[in-house]
């Protein structure tokens, strides 16, 4: 039997454009900072933004963005890309109205699965990030990371963070330690009218299911305007609910007859007192792993002639912590990892309890990656890159947001 037609998944593989973009005769340009395999610098793509300069040391990454570009993707076609340190790059080339630097500075000084060790680990590169911005003066920033930075033990360093790109001119003085930075940063912030250079910095924390990714995934975005802009913004309000899934699924039913999914074939409904809580709410429901996978042939050891990174993995199995996502939720955070607990959740797990890893291709449908858009390197280098990645249509989201708040108060962009 022929496999089946792979149907795109939209708008998971191919997120709308903003419709004022199209009447803009130019569009505003960004700064794509620790860019990897190109989740948020797509997002911001799509959402007007135009990479002058896109900037990530890990080779693998950029071969990712620099084969996409070399097959013609019309998203990464324009990127100027640099492989190496961003604290190395030479910024005189770029130029001088800079409307957007967006980034996920590297998360393991802060992830649970990491060493923790904040301000004492050397990939931190939040004040690095805060030079850069000092320099190029954007009109705003996005910059997200792991949910992990918020918590208690890191309050004061997710503090100094703020502050520091509140007031990113006011740099550190020579072996001055962060904490006494953030000393002086304090006393400064009180009266930040007095300094040529300053953001109005928004935290939010968010879980990308609440803005229709196929996955859940929990992070912390830092968004800023400088201040001389007056913008009035807010973090988007989320638009997708667990609560208007389970309605679908189990109060309704027109979740099973969407996939046409026989009742013998679906998982066991929840304890009646669940059910009689599930009120309709308004809002889309939470996309869901089968979802996210609509159209896609079921993989084989065999690479896929019709689709890109659609390749079996063998070799999952279950235990502690490594027990995979179930096909009727959204995903679990999909990890920079492949095998082992990192890797854990890197693997669907089916309504019969059998399970396998998810394919590249897959992933990338968990991360909103467009289906042309094509992973470079071995399975577990390119699960790596998608595992580290903002899902695009998360990115596009907030940008989306951004540009638009932008525009509203008709700056120039």
């Not at 669907?348 to 449908?365: H, K």
């Amino acid at each position: 039997m022929s496999a089946p037609a792979v149907v795109p998944a939209v708008p998971l593989a191919k997120p709308s454009v903003l419709s004022v973009v199209d009447d803009a005769p130019v569009r505003p340009t960004s700064v794509e900072l620790f860019a990897g395999a190109g989740g948020l610098a797509l997002g911001c793509q799509i959402a007007g933004f135009n990479s002058v300069a896109t900037l990530e040391r890990d080779k693998w990454a950029c071969d990712t963005v620099r084969e996409n570009k070399r097959r013609g993707h019309e998203l990464v076609s324009d990127w100027n890309v640099h492989e190496g340190d961003v604290r190395d790059f030479d910024w005189s080339g770029v130029a001088d109205d800079i409307t957007l630097v967006a980034g996920g500075p590297p998360c393991q000084p802060f992830s649970a699965g990491g060493r923790a060790k904040a301000a004492d680990d050397p990939r931190d590169m939040f004040p690095a990030t805060a030079e850069i911005i000092a320099e190029l003066k954007p009109k705003a920033f996005i910059l997200e990371n792991v949910r992990g930075l918020t918590r208690a033990a890191f309050a004061d360093y997710f503090e100094y963070i703020q502050l520091r790109l509140t007031l990113p001119t006011l740099t550190a003085k020579r072996d001055e330690e962060w904490i006494e930075h953030l000393l002086r940063l304090r006393m400064a912030s009180e009266n930040r009218g007095r300094y040529n250079l300053s953001y109005r910095v928004v935290p939010n924390i968010v879980n990308a299911a609440d803005y229709g990714v196929p996955q859940q995934r929990h992070r912390v975005f830092i968004v800023g305007f400088r201040g001389d802009l007056d913008v009035d913004w807010t973090f988007p309000t989320r638009t997708h609910s667990k609560q208007v899934l389970l309605h679908s699924q189990w109060v309704t039913g027109e979740y099973w007859e969407e996939h046409e999914v026989p009742k013998s074939k679906r998982p066991e409904a929840p304890k009646t007192g669940i059910l009689k809580s599930l009120d309709a709410e308004p809002g889309q429901r939470w996309r869901t792993v089968r979802d996210a996978l609509v159209g896609l042939p079921e993989p084989t050891l065999k690479p896929s002639k019709a689709v890109l990174n659609h390749v079996l993995q063998p070799g999952a199995r279950s235990y502690p912590g490594h027990t995979g996502s179930p096909r009727d939720m959204p995903a679990k955070t999909l990890k920079a990892g492949y095998h082992g607990v990192p890797g854990g959740e890197n693997m669907l797990r089916d309504i019969d309890g059998s399970i396998r890893y998810f394919t590249v291709r897959e992933s990338a449908r968990l991360q909103t990656f467009p289906d042309d858009y094509e992973l470079h390197g071995s399975w577990g280098e390119a699960m790596r890159q998608i595992g580290n990645a903002v899902p695009v249509l998360l990115g596009q989201v907030v940008a989306e947001s951004v540009h638009k708040a932008l525009i509203k108060e008709g700056i120039d962009l």
